[in-house]
């Protein structure tokens, strides 16, 4: 990845493909499938200016997730998990099924590189949000539409999210 990670987060990530394939070539013996969806990833920080001027990643808490269907169970997530044990060892860390429902949000692509993202977000934060009546509510949403992998920076496609609510004129 183009940003630099901590190690915990190169496991989470490590974690979640595995299974998250497993669940998929389970989906297939229960006669069902799915496309494994595109990682992604929710951050937050006591100070917002970290995300949108200093970009001071230390000081940045976040969680990694893919998204899967909701018709698959715990017991599923269960099985796919020792799947993987069975075929690779322990995951680096352990993988959890949950919901997530942020509601209403404001959402834009980016192009480019993750360091990029600072001014696209104070856009959104101090120009967008304020001119629309809206504030933010819930954690920052990325969505890695590409693989920083086998993607030159320049060309990287995520979507950013901010869960929002409107404010209340009166």
């Given amino acids: 990845m183009t ?4 190690p915990a987060y190169r496991a989470a990530v490590e974690s979640l493909y595995p299974v998250a394939y497993a669940c998929k070539f389970l989906a297939k013996d ?3 499938d799915y496309r494994v969806m595109p990682l992604e990833a929710q951050w937050w920080s ?6 949108t001027v200093s970009r001071d990643k230390s000081r940045w808490s976040w969680t990694v997730m893919i998204m ?3 018709w ?3 017991d599923h997530l269960r099985q796919a998990t ?6 690779r060892g322990a995951l680096p860390l352990p993988v959890r099924r949950e919901s997530l429902d942020e509601g209403l949000a404001a959402q834009m692509l980016h192009l480019g590189p993750y360091d ?12 967008f949000l304020p001119a629309n009546g809206l504030r933010m ?3 920052h949403h990325e969505i890695y539409l590409s693989d920083p992998r086998r993607t030159a920076p320049e060309r990287l496609r995520t979507i950013l999210r901010q869960p929002v609510e409107r404010v209340h004129v009166r």
């Fill in 3 to 6: 940003r630099t990670q901590p």
């Fill in 30 to 32: 229960l006669d069902r």
């Fill in 46 to 51: 006591d100070d917002m200016d970290s995300f």
């Fill in 68 to 70: 899967v269907p909701d």
């Fill in 72 to 74: 698959l169970t715990d």
């Fill in 82 to 87: 020792a799947a993987v044990h069975r075929r």
């Fill in 116 to 127: 990029d993202e600072g001014p696209v977000l104070a856009a959104l934060h101090e120009d």
């Fill in 137 to 139: 509510t819930g954690h």
